[in-house]
């Protein structure tokens, strides 16, 4: 019996919550993990708070039920934060953690600060859906749960492409598949299809990115002048970060857009052995070594400049450890 079966055996209220601004990994596991506990807990009562989610994810059963009221006045048995590593990435759903009388944190950010009473943090799964995968009783998943899990798996691996995806994450995938999952359509649905307007804002942010460091780094930026011109928010800013990233040659990639008048929600990525949860960390945010986030003041000069500072100070040190191990292995021949 895991830490949550044990939780969840003695509650009769639970409270469901992700982090702000909801992607896939966040959705699919407070989704999966609600309707998980409509089929095996049907006697709790169980509610899932987010900000408005995405509507390309309304395929999941249980989107309609979330909620994007947050309690400000009642108190569960439980309450469970999923996908998120810090409490104050919970928003507005602070309050129902503090009002909880138990809580669990299901994660796998390497920043994670283990803000719960109980954590269940696993810094090497591919997503917080793979971590949860492992809290549940298989036999007992539903077609309808292993939907919103595969989503949340396929969205952190960016269908199993990045190096964050290992062969338990492809395990537990097939697994999932044999549940009688679209998975197709899941992928093509929910990760690669794309809007009109969504194809217009992609191909202005790669028209004007911009490379640095001597190629090695590329970032873009969206102004809320651009997302009032196009007619867009940032939930249709998905996927830009990722074209950014492949470009020929680049290490680091760099997206931010405009949530206020010079304040940006900045998303980086990396290629190399570049941490950019460091990076992130140094400004206020988390995530992992080659997938991280902050948000930043300033120009965007400013915040380019302070970023660029620390890109490189740990391109130097890299390339420094390098040449030690290249002279090592020389005068060990």
């Known amino acids: 019996m895991t830490i949550l079966d044990k939780k969840l055996e003695t509650a009769k209220t639970v409270l469901i919550l992700g982090h702000v601004r909801p992607d896939g990994d966040c959705i699919g596991s407070c989704l999966g993990l609600y309707n998980y506990l409509e089929t095996v807990y049907p006697q709790i009562k169980a509610q899932v708070c987010l900000e408005e989610p995405a509507g390309k994810f309304a395929y999941l059963k249980g989107f309609d039920q ?17 996908d998120c590593s810090d409490e104050s990435r919970l928003g507005e759903g602070i309050r129902g953690l503090k009002l909880a009388e138990d809580s669990i944190c299901i994660d796998h950010h390497i920043t994670n600060t283990k803000y ?8 090497e799964a591919s997503s917080t859906c793979e971590v949860l995968f492992g809290l549940l009783d298989e036999e007992k998943i539903t077609k309808e749960t292993a939907e919103c899990l595969y989503t949340g798996i396929v969205h952190d691996t960016g269908v199993f ?9 492809m395990e537990i995938a ?13 992928i093509d649905g929910s990760f690669f299809r794309k809007t009109y307007v969504q194809n217009q804002i992609l191909g202005r942010a790669l028209l004007e990115s911009i490379t640095f460091l001597h190629g090695k780094c590329i970032f873009s930026v969206v102004r809320l002048k651009d997302m009032d011109f ?3 928010t940032s939930k249709d800013l998905d996927g830009i970060i990722d074209q950014l990233r492949i470009t020929e ?11 206020e ?17 460091k990076i992130a960390g140094f400004f206020g945010g988390g995530g992992h070594v080659k997938a991280a986030g902050c948000t930043m003041s300033g120009t965007i000069y400013d915040v380019i400049n302070n970023l660029s500072g620390h890109i490189e ?8 450890q390098k040449k030690e191990k290249e002279d090592d292995t020389c005068t060990t021949e």
Do not use: W
């Open 174 to 186: 097939g697994k999932l598949m044999d549940k009688g999952i679209n998975f197709t359509e899941i």
């Open 313 to 320: 100070q740990q391109m130097i040190q890299l390339e420094g």
């Open 261 to 277: 008048p010079q304040i940006f929600k900045v998303s980086l990525r990396s290629n190399t052995e570049l941490n950019v949860a």
């Open 161 to 169: 492409r990045y190096s964050c995806t290992s062969s338990k994450t």
């Open 116 to 123: 719960c009473r109980e954590n269940v943090v696993l810094p």
């Open 230 to 232: 196009y007619g867009v």
């Open 249 to 259: 040659g680049v290490h680091c990639a760099i997206f931010m857009y405009e949530i």
């Open 66 to 82: 979330i909620s994007t009221l947050f309690p400000q006045d009642t108190s569960y048995d439980l309450c469970l934060c999923l």
